[in-house]
């Protein structure tokens, strides 16, 4: 299990380098449409950190689960494996404090939870909607606005 985490998340990283290369060849050549799947939905004029972007794929796992849960269908790890966030580099490093790891922790097990209780994944997608609310109400500036989008209700 532990390695089948590690590939995921090897995997994980190496889609998210292919999204920011693929964007620097196409701005250096305008020739080629873009790849929808790595544009960036925030504009942000410096250098996004490694944790920024992991917690951008988990709102775009959290926004297609949504879609398949409302839609009567299971989510499971494989498609949309934890990205571990907790571990990255941040574009603020005052952030990696015990408050933020203590919130990493309530994530980690509502988003295990979801993807181990398949009978009650809506209960459990909303938990995790929930977590990353708290820790960007409490702790973390962040995209609030965002987030409070991925309710399935």
């Known amino acids: 299990m532990k390695t089948f985490l590690q590939l995921a998340f090897l995997l994980a990283c190496c889609y998210i380098v292919s999204c920011s290369e693929s964007g620097n060849k196409e701005n250096a050549n305008k020739e080629n449409p873009k790849d929808e799947s790595c544009v960036q939905t925030t504009k942000d004029p410096n250098e996004v950190k490694p944790m920024a972007l992991m917690m951008r794929t988990m ?18 790890s494989i498609r949309y494996p934890l ?39 809506a209960a459990r997608y909303t938990a995790v909607v929930d977590a990353c609310v708290h820790c960007h109400q409490s702790y973390c500036s962040g995209p609030l606005r965002r987030i409070k989008k991925l309710p399935l209700d």
């Not at 949504?66 to 499971?76: M, N, P, Q, T, Y």
């Not at 941040?90 to 181990?116: C, G, Q, R, Y």
């Open 83 to 121: 990205m571990p966030f907790w571990t990255a580099e941040p574009t603020d490093s005052s952030v990696l404090e015990t408050l933020f790891f203590d919130n990493a922790k309530i994530i980690e097990s509502a988003w295990h939870a979801l993807m181990t209780d398949t009978a009650h994944q």
């Open 59 to 76: 709102a775009n796992y959290c926004d297609s689960m949504r879609l398949e849960i409302k839609a009567g269908k299971k989510v499971d």
